[in-house]
């Protein structure tokens, strides 16, 4: 795996969000902070405790000026039932051919129960309002997400 080098112009990218908008780097340019981050499927059990903790703490990273983006493999309309499921309030993209996680580093060979795949590494991404990546978290915890992000925001990226 290969990220993005930190300090550089963020990758673009324009996929479409649950309700088949066009969401696209280049929208938040100059207005706001964006944490995207990559997490394997919608609806699983690590997946959802990320989730929920980025809709708790939703009104904290507002007030520093960031949006949060998920981006999965999965289609819209799987993350529009994930989006309801759980009363989620912030956007999850749809990277359906895998083309963003690939060009972010984040499309890799897993294993799991003893079997080889290939699938999304668990990494969020900072990214500055001139679109330049500031911080990798290939560490991620699930549990913690929210909080470990909101520290890096609130200490200045």
Same mark, same amino acid.
């Given at each position: 795996m290969s990220?993005? =080098?930190i300090g550089n112009l963020a990758p673009t990218f324009s996929l479409q969000n649950q309700n088949g908008? =066009? !969401?696209s780097l280049k929208d938040f340019k100059g207005k706001k902070n964006i944490v995207l981050y990559f997490y394997p499927k919608a609806s699983t059990p690590g997946c959802t405790v990320q989730a929920c903790g980025i809709k708790e703490s939703r009104s904290e990273f507002e007030k520093l000026d960031t949006v949060v983006l998920g981006v999965s493999p999965d289609s819209p309309a799987k993350l529009t039932k994930f989006? &309801? =499921?759980y009363d989620l309030n912030f956007d999850l993209l749809a990277?359906? &051919?895998h083309s963003v996680a690939e060009t972010y580093g984040v499309w890799a060979l897993k294993k799991f129960m003893g079997k080889e795949f290939m699938g999304i590494v668990r990494t969020s991404f900072i990214i500055n309002k001139e679109g330049r990546l500031s911080h990798v978290l &290939? =560490? !991620?915890n699930t549990k913690t997400h929210d909080? &470990? !992000?909101l520290a890096i925001l609130r200490n200045g990226i």
């Amino acid at each position: 795996m290969s990220f993005p =080098k930190i300090g550089n112009l963020a990758p673009t990218f324009s996929l479409q969000n649950q309700n088949g908008e =066009k !969401v696209s780097l280049k929208d938040f340019k100059g207005k706001k902070n964006i944490v995207l981050y990559f997490y394997p499927k919608a609806s699983t059990p690590g997946c959802t405790v990320q989730a929920c903790g980025i809709k708790e703490s939703r009104s904290e990273f507002e007030k520093l000026d960031t949006v949060v983006l998920g981006v999965s493999p999965d289609s819209p309309a799987k993350l529009t039932k994930f989006i &309801d =499921k759980y009363d989620l309030n912030f956007d999850l993209l749809a990277d359906e &051919d895998h083309s963003v996680a690939e060009t972010y580093g984040v499309w890799a060979l897993k294993k799991f129960m003893g079997k080889e795949f290939m699938g999304i590494v668990r990494t969020s991404f900072i990214i500055n309002k001139e679109g330049r990546l500031s911080h990798v978290l &290939d =560490k !991620v915890n699930t549990k913690t997400h929210d909080q &470990d !992000v909101l520290a890096i925001l609130r200490n200045g990226i």
